[in-house]
């Protein structure tokens, strides 16, 4: 049990670093490659968020692609529209 909170406290901490470097991206001067790599930061804690706060491997497989592979579409449509 112990294990279980120490490993989602870590993941906690990833997300609040995460979260301050998307923030500091953000202050920076805007450029195309910052909001790629905060775009990056973002779904990568989504990511996080969806394995281990939803519980994401206990589900069924069929429900793993779906969600991944919303994930992925999302991701490459807004990076496609950034392109642009």
Same mark, same amino acid.
């Given at each position: 049990m112990v294990d279980a909170k120490l490993k989602l406290t870590f993941v906690w901490l990833v997300l609040c670093l995460t979260t301050l470097l998307s923030v500091g991206a953000s202050e920076a001067s805007f450029t195309q490659h910052l909001a790629l790599i905060a775009l990056g930061i973002a779904f990568f804690k989504v990511l996080l968020v969806m394995i281990y706060f939803m519980e994401l491997p206990l589900a069924t497989r069929k429900y793993r692609a779906a969600y991944l592979g919303w994930v992925v579409v999302v991701l490459l449509a807004l990076v496609?529209? *950034?392109? *642009?």
């Amino acid at each position: 049990m112990v294990d279980a909170k120490l490993k989602l406290t870590f993941v906690w901490l990833v997300l609040c670093l995460t979260t301050l470097l998307s923030v500091g991206a953000s202050e920076a001067s805007f450029t195309q490659h910052l909001a790629l790599i905060a775009l990056g930061i973002a779904f990568f804690k989504v990511l996080l968020v969806m394995i281990y706060f939803m519980e994401l491997p206990l589900a069924t497989r069929k429900y793993r692609a779906a969600y991944l592979g919303w994930v992925v579409v999302v991701l490459l449509a807004l990076v496609a529209l *950034a392109r *642009a």
